[in-house]
């Protein structure tokens, strides 16, 4: 996660917020599928809600690849 954060303001009511760094999905579902990290613990670590890990691999769509086979040989 990126740590650059930028201010920013609204001219039309004057409330000021700060730019949260967008996830990297990518690094995201690998911490969560290869190195078998919780929601928890990827919250902790990114600094933000369960429900937001959660978001976020949900949007992450997932490829699957089905073999069809033409010959089966059956006994």
């Not at 917020?17 to 999905?25: G, Q, R």
């Amino acid at each position: 996660m990126k740590n650059d954060t930028q201010l920013y303001k609204c001219y039309s009511c004057g409330k000021q917020f700060i730019d949260k760094p967008i996830f990297d999905t990518t690094q995201l579902w690998q911490e969560y599928t290869k190195g078998k990290q919780t929601y928890l613990q990827l919250a902790q670590k990114y600094n933000c809600s369960v429900k937001t890990i959660q978001r976020k691999l949900d949007a992450i769509k997932i490829e699957q690849n089905y073999i069809q086979v033409l010959y089966a040989n059956v006994l």
